[in-house]
């Protein structure tokens, strides 16, 4: 994929989470891979991960909460294994108290700007 496709379906995705996060709502990571329009890409491939993963890192670099927080595990509600790695234990009691936290911080994040 070159960079201007990439950057689309970057851009892309990062809107419709902004909008998700403006509603309170959250998404499965296969259904959000169902409303990307500019490329298809299936829910666990690699590059949906990183597109996820780039978006985090524009969020934490503008001190924004991290619109990755609303694109849960469809079984279990919350996200993945690997939104929450690289944190350490003294971050979060549990990963569904942390991540409640988090998603109620970029919500109301994007229900203001």
């Known amino acids: 994929?070159?960079?201007?496709?990439?950057?689309?379906?970057?851009?892309?995705?990062?809107?419709?989470?902004?909008?998700?996060?403006?509603?309170?709502?959250?998404?499965?990571?296969?259904?959000?891979?169902?409303?990307?329009?500019?490329?298809?890409?299936?829910?666990?491939?690699?590059?949906?991960?990183?597109?996820l993963r780039q978006i985090s890192y524009e969020d934490k670099a503008a001190n924004r909460p991290m619109l990755a927080t609303l694109v849960v595990n469809k079984q279990r509600g919350i996200p993945g294994d690997g939104y929450f790695k690289g944190l350490v234990e003294e971050d979060f009691i549990d990963p569904e108290t942390y991540w409640q936290a988090r998603f109620e911080e970029v919500c109301q994040y994007w229900q203001e700007h």
């Open 1 to 51: 994929m070159d960079q201007n496709k990439w950057d689309a379906l970057r851009d892309e995705m990062r809107d419709f989470l902004i909008n998700l996060a403006r509603l309170g709502k959250t998404i499965s990571y296969s259904e959000l891979a169902a409303q990307l329009q500019t490329a298809y890409i299936h829910h666990r491939a690699p590059m949906f991960s990183e597109l």
